[in-house]
């Protein structure tokens, strides 16, 4: 009750002058009415001036942590007393004042109250100093009084945007740059750059959350942005760039956190995105390129499509966890591995021989919903590729192997890939592969129409044979080898009821392709089934007439090519476990004066034995080239069918946009040599589909 008694009598002494000059002139509406309006004003201003100098001196004389809190009970009389004063002059406020365009009542108090305190030469460094000082001070960890300092700050609020910004916000943003330029100076040179993001985004808080406590909403922009310039922007390229903390080593070692962190604070600076795809993508690019080109890795294609695999994971992982699934930044990932993944030629055989491996019977993934998964990451190496077409080549190589052989995981897993690979690149690309599928189909009819006729087979062996369309299957070189009179007559019964139920038509054994499963009796008396291809079914054949046979005899005989019967005969003889024939003289290689015997002391714990081909999983190095050349020849009528249809829309064209839009139709399937183009482009005017322009030499017009 005394306090508040006390305020109340300081709040009549202001008055005191005002009131006794209302009493004397009656009622403030009197005085305004009877054009005493001017006085009346005046002598506010004076009353007004008078006791905000007597509040000035009290401030001045405040000391140390006092000094605000005795402005403060100030700045609350004073507001009080105007309150008092503008409901006694409202008559004056309402109409003298609009009328003579004076500053209102309770502004006029506001303004005196800013020149004559705040704006003190006495007063004004000093509050200003101490507000900066207690800011500095709860930078540094100590506890202030937050209270206090939001009445301050919303009493330099209340009296204008100007006084707020213009005397305490920039003076306060300039300190703040200072202290974090220092401030960030000695952390960037003691901390790691995870903990240093860590500091910058506390300091962002902290900022963020004293804004809300005591400052004017509009400042948070204003000192995120010197936070973010001197913490982040000014320090960017070497935070990004740290050796074993920064960007690259976040990457390596996965830290999802600290580049989340690192992708949200950069956000706030300018280029601070690109600048972090631009590292990213160089080191994808290096580590690459490192993978790609090492000869060690090289030797397993399908550790190598793993490992590819398995980098893809990992960005593609860090993309969508730390960075949002940001487009720009899956873009640019994409575009790194389409460069590794091209330097190397044979990445598309690779991964025709990953799928391979994972289609084909006896792999681990046996789960169909697994071989889906794996399927789909494989198709997105595939879109790097810059040569599918190659790949087509291969794929349809090592399809056909998986068809003939059996050896398919699953008819459901082969089509998918399938339906992939059509919806990637379109029916032409897939044509010739499903035209694979329904070669089985009618060949499984076919075989059922053989053995369902009339015509007696008696004791024959049986046979199963798969036609094949020329041109949906991979060509193969036609090496026929003489075939044992028991499967020769049989297959000349098959080729006549083949060609005489179709008109037309040509068979052609491919003996090197077939395989076949014979019942063995061996000297020791144990019995096996044998499954082995043609080539190794004729040569054992052999031996049901001969005891011991000469490489020449077998060769004579069964007319097999010299490279691939040198092969049938290691495998034969020289694989363990498996040698089923002996040589004589022993050694790894075949020479031409070897004697081939069965071994009669051959045993196994299976009743049914495979025998495998000694066979390369890569291409030979000839075999690579032939390859090349074939993909080659097959591209030359694809680069002619798109500069004549160019041509024929365009009817006049110079050399280089040929080469353009032929690039950009093509480059779905393959990279277009430019070389390449200007020789088909040379083909088509000797066959006089275009011709040269006769006065400028690189234009070209198209026939009609």
Same mark, same amino acid.
């Given at each position: 009750?005394?306090?508040?008694?006390?305020?109340c009598?300081?709040?009549?002494?202001?008055?005191?002058?005002?009131?006794?000059?209302?009493?004397?002139?009656?009622?403030a509406?009197?005085?305004?009415?009877?054009?005493?309006?001017?006085?009346?004003?005046?002598k506010?201003?004076?009353?007004?001036?008078?006791?905000?100098?007597?509040?000035g001196?009290?401030?001045?004389?405040a000391?140390?942590?006092?000094?605000?809190?005795?402005l403060?009970?100030?700045?609350?009389?004073?507001?009080?007393?105007?309150?008092?004063?503008?409901?006694?002059?409202?008559?004056?406020?309402?109409?003298?004042?609009?009328?003579n365009?004076?500053t209102?009542?309770?502004?006029?108090?506001?303004?005196?109250?800013?020149?004559?305190?705040?704006?003190?030469?006495?007063?004004?460094?000093?509050?200003?100093?101490?507000l900066?000082?207690?800011?500095?001070?709860?930078?540094?960890?100590?506890v202030?009084?937050?209270?206090?300092?939001?009445?301050?700050?919303?009493?330099?609020?209340?009296?204008?945007?100007?006084?707020?910004?213009?005397?305490f916000?920039?003076?306060?943003?300039?300190?703040?740059?200072s202290?974090?330029?220092?401030?960030?100076?000695?952390?960037?040179?003691?901390?790691?750059?995870?903990?240093?993001?860590?500091?910058?985004?506390?300091? @962002?808080?902290?900022?963020?959350?004293?804004?809300?406590?005591?400052?004017?909403? %509009?400042?948070?922009?204003?000192?995120?942005?010197?936070?973010?310039?001197?913490?982040?922007?000014?320090?960017?390229?070497?935070?990004?760039?740290?050796?074993?903390?920064?960007l690259?080593?976040?990457?390596?070692?996965?830290?999802?956190?600290?580049?989340?962190?690192?992708?949200?604070?950069?956000?706030?600076?300018?280029?601070?995105?690109?600048?972090?795809?631009?590292?990213?993508?160089?080191?994808?690019?290096?580590?690459?390129?490192?993978?790609?080109?090492?000869?060690?890795?090289?030797?397993d294609?399908?550790?190598?499509?793993?490992?590819l695999?398995?980098?893809?994971?990992?960005?593609?992982?860090i993309?969508?966890?730390?960075?949002?699934?940001?487009?720009?930044?899956?873009?640019?990932?994409?575009?790194?591995?389409?460069?590794?993944?091209?330097l190397?030629?044979?990445?598309?055989?690779?991964?025709?021989?990953?799928v391979?491996?994972?289609?084909?019977?006896?792999?681990?993934?046996?789960?169909?919903?697994?071989?889906?998964?794996? @399927?789909? %990451?494989?198709m997105?190496?595939?879109?790097?590729?810059?040569?599918?077409?190659?790949f087509?080549?291969? *794929?349809?190589?090592?399809?056909?192997?998986?068809?003939?052989?059996?050896?398919?995981?699953?008819?459901?897993?082969?089509?998918?890939?399938l339906?992939?690979?059509?919806?990637?690149?379109? *029916?032409?690309?897939?044509?010739?592969?499903?035209?694979?599928?329904?070669? @089985?189909?009618?060949?499984?009819?076919?075989?059922?129409?053989?053995?369902?006729?009339a015509?007696?087979?008696?004791?024959?062996?049986?046979?199963?044979?798969?036609?094949?369309?020329t041109?949906?299957?991979?060509?193969?070189?036609?090496?026929?080898?003489?075939?044992?009179?028991?499967?020769?007559?049989?297959?000349?019964?098959f080729?006549?009821?083949?060609?005489?139920?179709?008109?037309?038509?040509?068979?052609?054994?491919?003996?090197?392709?077939?395989?076949?499963?014979?019942?063995?009796?061996?000297?020791?008396?144990?019995?096996?089934?044998?499954?082995?291809?043609? *080539?190794?079914?004729?040569?054992?054949? @052999?031996?049901?007439?001969?005891?011991?046979?000469?490489?020449?005899?077998?060769?004579?005989?069964t007319a097999?090519?010299?490279?691939?019967?040198?092969?049938?005969?290691?495998?034969?003889?020289?694989?363990?476990?498996?040698?089923?024939?002996?040589?004589?003289?022993?050694?790894?290689?075949?020479?031409?004066?070897?004697?081939?015997?069965v071994?009669?002391?051959f045993?196994?714990?299976?009743?049914?034995?495979?025998?495998g081909?000694?066979?390369t999983?890569?291409?030979s190095?000839?075999?690579?080239?032939?390859?090349?050349?074939?993909?080659?020849?097959?591209?030359?009528?694809?680069?002619?069918?798109?500069?004549?249809?160019?041509?024929?829309?365009?009817?006049?064209?110079?050399h280089?946009?040929?080469?353009?839009?032929?690039?950009?139709?093509?480059?779905?399937?393959?990279?277009?040599?430019?070389?390449?183009?200007k020789?088909?482009?040379?083909?088509?005017?000797?066959?006089?589909?275009?011709?040269?322009?006769?006065?400028?030499? %690189?234009?070209?017009? *198209?026939l009609?």
């Amino acid at each position: 009750m005394a306090q508040n008694s006390i305020t109340c009598l300081k709040q009549l002494a202001f008055l005191r002058n005002i009131i006794v000059y209302l009493h004397s002139g009656r009622t403030a509406y009197n005085l305004v009415l009877h054009k005493h309006g001017p006085k009346l004003y005046d002598k506010l201003i004076e009353n007004m001036k008078e006791q905000l100098q007597e509040m000035g001196t009290s401030i001045e004389a405040a000391q140390g942590g006092l000094f605000l809190e005795e402005l403060q009970r100030k700045w609350y009389d004073h507001n009080k007393a105007l309150q008092m004063v503008r409901d006694i002059l409202m008559y004056m406020d309402r109409v003298f004042i609009p009328t003579n365009k004076k500053t209102p009542v309770f502004d006029l108090g506001l303004d005196l109250w800013r020149d004559t305190i705040v704006r003190s030469p006495k007063i004004h460094a000093r509050l200003f100093d101490t507000l900066l000082d207690i800011i500095h001070r709860e930078r540094t960890g100590e506890v202030i009084n937050r209270s206090l300092m939001r009445s301050t700050t919303k009493m330099l609020m209340d009296l204008g945007s100007s006084v707020y910004q213009d005397d305490f916000e920039k003076p306060f943003l300039e300190a703040s740059a200072s202290f974090y330029s220092g401030e960030s100076q000695r952390f960037i040179e003691c901390c790691s750059c995870g903990e240093y993001l860590k500091k910058a985004q506390q300091r @962002l808080d902290e900022e963020a959350e004293r804004v809300s406590q005591y400052m004017d909403g %509009k400042t948070d922009e204003k000192i995120t942005a010197v936070v973010v310039k001197e913490m982040l922007a000014n320090h960017m390229q070497r935070l990004i760039l740290m050796e074993n903390s920064g960007l690259v080593k976040m990457l390596v070692e996965d830290r999802y956190e600290d580049l989340t962190m690192m992708y949200i604070l950069f956000q706030r600076v300018p280029d601070g995105h690109s600048t972090i795809k631009s590292v990213m993508n160089s080191h994808v690019k290096e580590t690459g390129k490192n993978m790609v080109t090492d000869p060690e890795r090289l030797k397993d294609p399908v550790d190598f499509v793993q490992r590819l695999l398995n980098e893809k994971d990992k960005y593609d992982s860090i993309v969508t966890t730390s960075f949002s699934n940001d487009k720009s930044f899956q873009n640019a990932l994409n575009s790194s591995f389409e460069y590794f993944i091209n330097l190397n030629n044979r990445c598309p055989e690779f991964i025709s021989l990953y799928v391979d491996n994972k289609l084909r019977k006896g792999t681990k993934e046996a789960n169909e919903e697994d071989v889906e998964t794996v @399927l789909d %990451k494989v198709m997105m190496l595939f879109r790097y590729l810059q040569e599918k077409d190659l790949f087509e080549k291969y *794929y349809k190589q090592h399809l056909a192997k998986r068809l003939l052989s059996g050896k398919a995981t699953s008819d459901d897993s082969e089509r998918s890939m399938l339906v992939k690979l059509k919806t990637e690149c379109g *029916y032409q690309f897939t044509s010739k592969l499903e035209g694979m599928f329904n070669d @089985l189909k009618t060949s499984h009819d076919t075989t059922q129409g053989f053995y369902g006729g009339a015509t007696p087979l008696g004791d024959a062996p049986t046979i199963s044979v798969q036609i094949l369309t020329t041109g949906s299957w991979p060509t193969q070189p036609c090496n026929t080898c003489n075939l044992p009179p028991e499967i020769l007559g049989v297959s000349e019964m098959f080729r006549g009821y083949y060609l005489g139920t179709h008109n037309g038509r040509r068979l052609t054994w491919q003996t090197n392709m077939g395989t076949a499963d014979i019942k063995a009796v061996f000297g020791n008396g144990s019995k096996h089934e044998l499954n082995v291809s043609t *080539y190794q079914m004729c040569v054992l054949m @052999l031996f049901n007439s001969a005891d011991v046979l000469s490489y020449r005899d077998i060769e004579q005989t069964t007319a097999i090519p010299a490279a691939d019967l040198k092969r049938c005969l290691q495998s034969l003889a020289l694989v363990k476990g498996k040698n089923v024939l002996r040589k004589d003289p022993m050694s790894r290689d075949i020479s031409d004066d070897d004697s081939f015997y069965v071994n009669d002391k051959f045993t196994s714990k299976l009743f049914k034995v495979k025998i495998g081909t000694v066979v390369t999983q890569k291409e030979s190095e000839p075999e690579k080239m032939e390859t090349r050349q074939r993909v080659e020849e097959d591209r030359k009528p694809q680069i002619e069918a798109a500069i004549v249809r160019i041509m024929k829309a365009r009817r006049v064209l110079d050399h280089n946009s040929i080469v353009t839009e032929v690039t950009k139709q093509l480059q779905p399937r393959f990279m277009p040599n430019p070389v390449v183009i200007k020789k088909r482009i040379e083909s088509l005017i000797e066959r006089e589909f275009l011709e040269r322009d006769k006065k400028d030499r %690189k234009l070209y017009r *198209y026939l009609a």
